[in-house]
């Protein structure tokens, strides 16, 4: 059994972030991370790795270059080795062109399972990974608390509207697990040595029989106008009185609201 | 190419869910801006005969998906089939199934994707609209680059739209055409479990009361839940209280949790970290109670009360019942 994670490249969350005179996101000088919730996809195929029910672990990203220390740091925590996508013709990538390459890219790489984590940290799109299920028509299994696989199928485990359901499907599938798998492992120096020597190939577009023509420029979207949020009036604050007086105070603050 | 605007409406039970209210009102004004009809996409149980109802919030047509309990995954190759060059837009709530509907539209028609997204409008026949990224520090406006197909596919908040109530049309009700089976329709349920209580749906809740590890336990939630009875509202929770097991995953707001936009959040307990503000920083009134004067949620909340939660949380249920009974309400 073969996975694969597809990992995003992010600015840390809580970074000070900006936009640039084009309207792209300014990642000069910016710290950059594993999105955090890919961590948890890592966590969940490296224990299917650790049980022997995966065969192979390899990771995918597509990014700027510097989006190999993502890969590094993922290998450093396990896993067998990894590419990386990357092709000038790829920045300012939306959520469409994201899936394209990546889907060509699992083609190639023909996994059992392409797991992916339920949300970027930045843009919160959620949609790559059942795009990437649609354009390589394979089912998506969404928003696991647990993957699992046997017999040629693959199941998640998922909240319902009132407890949680096993949705399953045959392989090869695309699947997403939350923050729910268990806290991500951390890379002992062990791991950081041993991940310096693991494969990391590097891809551009042509590797994938892909042109810039055939991701109409990069996007099929374009961000005209970036500006700060709406100023919040300032908070007011209740502080150094007794609960009952407190109480009266918000309570005389909802009803000019008409809250209540 | 039409003008219309599509938009996913899910059904449970016959009840079209708030969302698809909500989505139907935004579809008939942006509809009324580009010169087109609403036209929604209902799939689950009780679409068929629920469907002609969504016209009472301005929908003109509803072309039913299917008509079943399964997971909306599987209502994929009808909604492509619906959705193919068919209109300017298609609206998907923000939800788990409308996120992995309106995926699978985009990966399978190509087609531009956007958001989340807290408001839309017309301009020069294009669908524009604007989206909080970065994590709410940031508001950016996008809309299709040139010669891209239609329809676009965007991701809506919920609350985004009033629901426009009191309507009295009914929209005509089609079948979608025959699609057939893909891949994305071979998932199934293998096994289902149901939780011993009831709970609610956040996303549908106008007023929340969430605790967090400042509750300290199953118990703490008690004074919470009175309070949220009554101001007519739901109880929520951050994350750390979740992972301890004092409430259910299905009432966790933030970045994993549910995206709420309740009228009133009321945050006891809570520090505010950056993963729950991004499940309720577009509530209308934000009230943080904490014993910490600097936590962090101070800075973001309309109204910061410092102090005890076990004190000041039950003398305000006890003051808006005693203003209440006074009102005669
Ligand atoms: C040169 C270059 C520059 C880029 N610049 C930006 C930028 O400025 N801002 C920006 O947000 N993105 C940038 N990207 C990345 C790409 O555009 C985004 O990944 C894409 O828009 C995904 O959308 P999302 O974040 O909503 O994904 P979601 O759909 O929220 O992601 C869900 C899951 O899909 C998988 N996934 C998503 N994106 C990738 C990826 N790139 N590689 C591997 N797995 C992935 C992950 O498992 C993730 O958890 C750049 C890429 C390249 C090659
Ligand atoms: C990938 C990822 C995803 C995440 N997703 C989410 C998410 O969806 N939702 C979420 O909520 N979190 C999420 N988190 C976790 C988040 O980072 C925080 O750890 C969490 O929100 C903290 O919960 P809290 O505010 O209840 O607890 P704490 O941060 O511990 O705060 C407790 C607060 O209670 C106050 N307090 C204590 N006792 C009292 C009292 N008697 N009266 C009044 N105040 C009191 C304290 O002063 C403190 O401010 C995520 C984290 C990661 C890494």
């Known amino acids: 059994m073969k996975i694969v994670v597809c990992i995003k490249q992010v600015p840390a969350t809580g970074a000070d972030k900006r936009y640039t005179a084009d309207l792209r996101l300014d990642r000069t000088g910016v710290e950059a991370i594993i999105n955090p919730l890919d961590e948890y996809a890592i966590e969940q195929a490296l224990r ?39 092709d000038a013709a790829l920045a300012g990538a939306d959520e469409w062109t994201t899936a ?51 017999d040629g199928e693959a199941r998640v485990r998922r909240l319902s509207a009132t407890g949680f359901d096993w949705i399953a499907a045959p392989l090869p599938v695309v699947a997403t697990v939350t923050d729910q798998v268990g806290e991500p492992r951390y890379a002992s120096l062990k791991g950081i040595m041993a991940a310096k020597r693991k494969p990391l190939e590097t891809w551009s577009l042509g590797d994938l029989e892909l042109s810039a023509d055939d991701l109409h420029g990069a996007a099929l979207t374009t961000v005209t106008d970036t500006r700060a949020p709406e100023e919040k009036p300032p908070t007011e604050r209740i502080e150094n009185v007794p609960a009952p007086e407190a109480a009266a105070k918000i309570a005389d603050w909802l009803e000019q609201r008409k809250l209540i | ?78 909604a492509v089939a619906a959705a193919r060059d068919a209109g300017l837009a298609v609206l998907a709530p923000a939800t788990p199934n409308g996120r992995d509907l309106a995926a699978a539209l985009v990966g399978s028609l190509d087609l531009p994707a956007f958001g989340p997204v807290r408001a839309a409008r017309v301009v020069d026949g294009v669908l524009e609209s604007e989206q909080a990224t970065l994590q709410g520090s940031v508001i950016t406006t996008a809309r299709p680059a040139d010669g891209a197909p239609t329809p676009s596919v965007v991701l809506v908040l919920a609350n985004t739209f009033t629901p426009a109530e009191g309507g009295s049309g009914t929209a005509e009700v089609a079948q979608a055409p025959d ?48 309070l949220a009875e009554a101001l007519g509202g739901a109880v929520g929770a951050s994350r750390a209280a979740a992972d301890a097991g004092w409430i259910p995953y299905q009432l966790q707001i933030g970045q994993t949790g549910k995206v709420v936009k309740p009228s009133l959040y009321v945050g006891a307990g809570i520090s505010g970290a950056i993963q729950h503000r991004v499940g309720m920083q577009t509530a209308e009134h934000v009230i943080a109670i904490n014993r910490d004067p600097d936590a962090p949620i101070g800075e973001f909340a309309d109204l910061f009360v410092v102090g005890d939660l076990f004190e000041i949380v039950p003398a305000l249920t006890e003051e808006i019942r005693r203003r209440k009974a006074t009102s005669g309400g």
């Open chain 1, 48 to 86: 299917l790795a650790d049980a022997g029910t995966a065969d192979s672990v390899t990771y995918l990203c597509m990014g700027p270059d510097q989006a190999s220390e993502a890969l590094r740091r993922a290998l450093a925590m396990g896993g067998d080795d990894a590419v990386l996508i990357t």
């Open chain 1, 100 to 150: 394209k390459v990546l889907a060509a890219a699992l083609d190639k790489l023909a996994p059992d399972v392409a797991l992916m984590g339920m949300a970027s940290d930045d843009a919160r799109g959620s949609l790559v990974p059942g795009a990437v299920a649609a354009m390589r028509d394979v089912p998506l299994l969404s928003y696991g608390s647990e993957l699992a696989l046997a």
């Open chain 2, 1 to 78: 190419m039409s003008n219309d605007i599509l938009f996913l409406a899910e059904f449970s039970a016959g009840k079209p869910a708030r969302s698809a209210i909500e989505l139907a009102t935004g579809a008939a004004d942006l509809a009324a801006q580009s010169g087109g009809s609403a036209v929604a996409l209902a799939y689950g149980s009780g679409a068929a005969s629920g469907g002609a109802a969504l016209g009472a919030h301005g929908a003109a047509r509803a072309v039913v998906l299917g008509d079943e309990d399964r997971p909306a995954i599987t209502y994929a190759p009808a």
């Open chain 2, 179 to 226: 699609a057939g089976e893909s891949a994305l329709s071979r998932a199934t349920v293998a096994e289902s479990h149901e939780a011993d209580a009831k709970v609610v749906n956040l996303e549908e809740a106008t007023v929340i009361v969430a605790g967090g590890r400042g509750v300290g336990g199953e118990e703490g939630f008690a004074p919470l839940r009175e």
